[in-house]
């Protein structure tokens, strides 16, 4: 009898422990983005697109007892793209959907498009706040972090790593004719692919070879258009940090000796005179952001150093980073997988949150 009262007291110990942990949830638990990424910068400046991944996080839990294990992704493959206006602190949601990436808006600023999964595109307009889905089934699923290229008259996008396009008017594929995947230049002339350890660069209406070099990073992320698409910037293997190539001399130049430690080609600033790169230390786990500024001329090409400024992250992975139009700001994601969007000033230093949250 004894035995069998002492094994009620228990489930009801047990009940009541899940009954506070289930009021404790409802009562300070709430449902949070918490995961923000690739951003892009709208072309007039005024806006930060990029993709967010809902998560519920037990915040207040965490904070007033330290149950830090509370926390984890909710509906992990739903995501959202976001604009934050950066003038009136507005936050608009676009659309829902599954696995979306890397927003990408057009130069004239009417739309923007991003991606869906693995094989769709969608194109989304501002003004009418209609948008179209384009399948593309060749595309390469691991290419999922380079975001779409528009043509300068915003009437076409490139889908890097693939060889089509989509025509806006007609909301229809082109093919570019190209063999393999590809990094098309602004100008839509030339098509760059890493190919049986070969940087290949092409004539798109041709699909003449015109550059061929030898053991460039096999990642198509490492590979850079100027803004003008004449001069890509490359990772190569071994001893060399960088190498910039002209397209019209075919000529490359070679920097080595940055002290810089494990790169990664991020972007060129809008007017081409910088180059932004993330770089891990040696012997450390602590990142920078390095922006360098190169001057380059033609007859014959060369490229010369001007100045180096770097920038401290504070200890986060950073990825897929984003230039203000008027190149004095960076805005970045803090982890590839976890992270928020920070943007640094590059004339201050000053690093802050893109939304801050009470968390």
């Known amino acids: 009898m004894a035995t069998h009262k002492k094994r009620s007291y228990i489930w ?15 009562k300070y638990g709430r449902y949070s983005v918490i995961h923000e990424k690739e951003p892009a910068w709208s072309p007039d400046g005024r806006y930060i697109a990029f993709a967010c991944e809902p998560r519920f996080k037990f915040v207040d839990i965490n904070q007033y007892f330290g149950l830090d294990w509370l926390d984890w992704p909710f509906y992990e493959d739903v995501y959202t793209i976001c604009i934050k206006d950066t003038t009136t602190n507005k936050l608009t949601w676009l659309t829902n959907s599954f ?38 089934s060749e595309i390469d699923c691991f290419q999922e972090d380079i975001p779409p290229a528009w043509s300068k008259d915003s009437n076409r996008i490139f889908i890097q790593g693939s060889s089509v396009g989509i025509d806006v008017q007609t909301q229809s594929l082109i093919s570019l004719g190209a063999s393999s995947s590809y990094i098309i230049s602004p100008s839509g002339t030339y098509l760059a692919s890493v190919e049986n350890d070969y940087l290949i660069v092409r004539e798109t209406d041709t699909q003449n070879i015109i550059i061929k070099l030898e053991n460039p990073s096999f990642l198509l992320t490492d590979l850079r258009w100027n803004p003008d698409g004449t001069i890509l910037a490359w990772m190569p293997m071994g001893r060399y940090d960088f190498a910039l190539t002209s397209v019209e001399t075919r000529e490359t130049v070679y920097f080595a000796d940055l002290g810089l430690g494990y790169l990664n080609i991020s972007s060129w600033s809008p007017n081409g005179d910088k180059i932004a790169l993330f770089n891990q230390l040696e012997n450390s786990d602590d990142f920078e952001l390095t922006v360098l500024k190169i ?22 992975a950073p990825s897929h980073l984003t230039w203000s139009p008027d190149g004095k700001q960076i805005a970045y994601q803090t982890h590839y997988t976890y992270g928020t969007i920070r943007i640094i000033d590059l004339e201050t230093g000053q690093d802050y949150l893109l939304i801050e949250r009470n968390e």
């Open 12 to 26: 009801l110990l047990i009940l009541a422990a899940i009954g506070l942990c289930g009021f404790a949830i409802f």
């Open 99 to 136: 696995e979306l990436h890397t927003p990408s808006w057009s130069p004239d600023g009417n739309n923007l498009a991003w991606r869906k999964g693995c094989n769709s595109y969608v194109v989304w307009n501002l003004a009418t706040k209609k948008q179209f889905d384009v399948k593309v």
């Open 295 to 316: 001057t380059c001329s033609s007859n014959p090409f060369g490229c010369k150093l001007l100045e180096r400024k770097q920038y401290n992250l504070k200890g986060y």
